[in-house]
């Protein structure tokens, strides 16, 4: 799930918090993280880290896609950022706008990264929805990274500040579905053209062991299969856990401490403002808001030597929120008592509390010899909920995915998943007059790297919506992502 804070992104390197660390052992097992994500594949050793190909951007590696370590050949302070090479022609670079002449690798080397994307997506629904008519959005990734130690300060440190960006219309709300059928337009404000920084933290490694990170945070999942909204499902079924979406903000101001007891485990814990917000710094509500606590147990898992992932943690929050269980006829009486000047306003019954309990895995099935992200595997989350405030009672989702199986195809990626959400049972009469017992939907995509900075990528999903009456919803859409 989410690798919320970007932190579990450097479990790998824990290890290596000093380059005269005392624990070799752990280091260098650390550097051998050969599981693999589809959007940032674990790495192998240092020494055979020379081959971009195999090598995922610093933000995937920052998000906590997975976690990681890269060196700059013939140094010896370990890296919190990859340093990648993004020479050679157009058709053939890692990027549109190259290195800059040189520039950006002499960056790199020193610590210094920064990327960028757009994405452009066009969605519509071909049957079912409440309305037959395609939609254009865009997005836009900015993200800058400081590696402290490679650029010669100090060890540990790492600064991110990412911005998001949106323009144009979804499709999310023409489908009758409680997930958002395209996950993407949801940042960094749901239906809003702007541009925010969504995350602004710095993080220090203490010892091999522990890490501490605060600034502004942006949860993010970190499964191997589904977990990219930029280049895998665009469904939010598939890049989240709806069970924790009303204990956790889309961003928010937090600190956090992560501690590695084992080379493949990582226990995550999160102190954060409940109220956050993209577009706000959140100053005020984290000191006089609610607070929400995150916790995560991460462990890596390699069955006849194929590598996965098992994640399981617990949200919980004391944000008051209105309950879904409302009582019509009182509130009916408390407005006319109000009206006649004999009572005050009608408010909403409040929850002073609301928890989330959920699990998520990513398993390969089969690693084509010889590199470390392609092949195919499974994935799966499953959540429950409090179910006085969250309208998802119970949630869970399978899927299959895989990348460069094709020969000459080997940027190229697929998955097929189903995922089921059951509506809480303590929902009043009002909402279950608006709402079915259910909600199920199935997505599948394409990705065609047509260089490999370019991407096209058909998808489709078959929905059956939660919305009462609603129809069975056919969704098409075509995504398009550059990477500058």
Same mark, same amino acid.
């Given at each position: ?390 309208? +998802? /009672?119970?949630? !869970? ?6 990348? =460069?199986? %094709?020969?000459? #195809?080997?940027? @190229?990626?697929?998955? +097929? /998943?189903?995922? !089921? ?6 929902? =009043?009469? %009002?909402?279950? #007059?608006?709402? @079915?017992?259910?909600?199920? /939907? ?43």
């Amino acid at each position: 799930m989410i690798t919320a804070l970007t932190i579990v992104v450097l479990t790998s390197w824990s290890g290596t918090a000093r380059a005269d660390q005392p624990n070799a052992e752990r280091t260098a097992a650390a550097a051998n993280t050969d599981g693999a994500t589809t959007e940032l594949p674990m790495v192998k050793p240092p020494a055979v880290q020379n081959d971009a190909s195999e090598q995922p951007g610093f933000d995937d590696q920052m998000a906590s896609r997975a976690p990681g370590l890269g060196r700059v050949p013939g140094r010896d302070t370990p890296r919190l950022i990859y340093v990648r090479d993004y020479s050679g022609d157009l058709l053939h670079r890692r990027s549109v706008t190259g290195d800059w002449f040189g520039l950006r690798q002499d960056l790199m080397e020193n610590g210094i990264g920064m990327e960028a994307s757009l994405t452009q997506i066009m969605q519509g629904n071909l049957s079912g929805g409440s309305r037959r008519r395609f939609h254009y959005q865009g997005g836009l990734n900015i993200v800058f990274g400081l590696d402290t130690g490679a650029a010669g300060l100090w060890h540990g440190g790492l600064l991110k500040v990412k911005a998001e960006g949106r323009y144009g219309r979804d499709n999310n709300l023409f489908t009758g579905a409680l997930m958002p059928v395209n996950y993407d337009a949801l940042f960094p404000i749901p239906s809003e053209d702007s541009m925010h920084l969504s995350e602004f933290f710095y993080m220090q490694f203490l010892s091999d062991w522990l890490a501490v990170v605060t600034g502004k945070l942006s949860p993010r999942e970190n499964n191997a299969f589904s977990g990219d909204e930029t280049e895998q499902f665009l469904n939010t079924a598939f890049n989240i856990n709806p069970a924790y979406a009303t204990t956790l903000p889309q961003s928010f101001l937090g600190v956090g401490v992560l501690l590695i007891p084992h080379k493949d485990v990582a226990l995550t814990t999160l102190i954060l403002d409940s109220e956050g917000r993209t577009d706000e710094c959140g100053f005020d509500t984290a000191i006089e808001g609610g607070t929400s606590v995150f916790q995560k147990l991460e462990v890596k898992i390699r069955p006849f030597g194929l590598p996965g992932n098992q994640r399981i943690g617990w949200t919980w929050s004391d944000k008051s929120r209105a309950i879904l269980k409302q009582d019509p006829r009182r509130l009916i009486i408390d407005w006319i008592k109000f009206r006649l000047g004999l009572g005050n306003r009608p408010t909403l019954d409040q929850a002073g509390s609301d928890w989330s309990l959920f699990y998520d895995f990513d398993q390969y099935l089969y690693v084509v010899p010889g590199t470390q992200d392609r092949g195919i595997g499974v994935f799966g989350r499953f959540g429950v909920t409090d179910g006085r405030v969250n309208p +998802v /009672g119970a949630f !869970y989702s399978l899927g299959l995915g895989g990348k =460069g199986l %094709i020969p000459g #195809r080997e940027n @190229d990626s697929f998955g +097929v /998943g189903y995922y !089921y959400l059951a509506r809480s049972d303590k929902v =009043g009469p %009002i909402a279950r #007059r608006l709402l @079915d017992n259910n909600e199920q /939907g199935v997505e599948l995509y394409y990705n065609y790297a047509v260089t490999t900075w370019l991407k096209i990528t058909p998808n489709l999903q078959v929905i059956s919506p939660i919305a009462r009456g609603a129809d069975c919803t056919w969704v098409a859409g075509l995504r398009v992502k550059m990477d500058f």
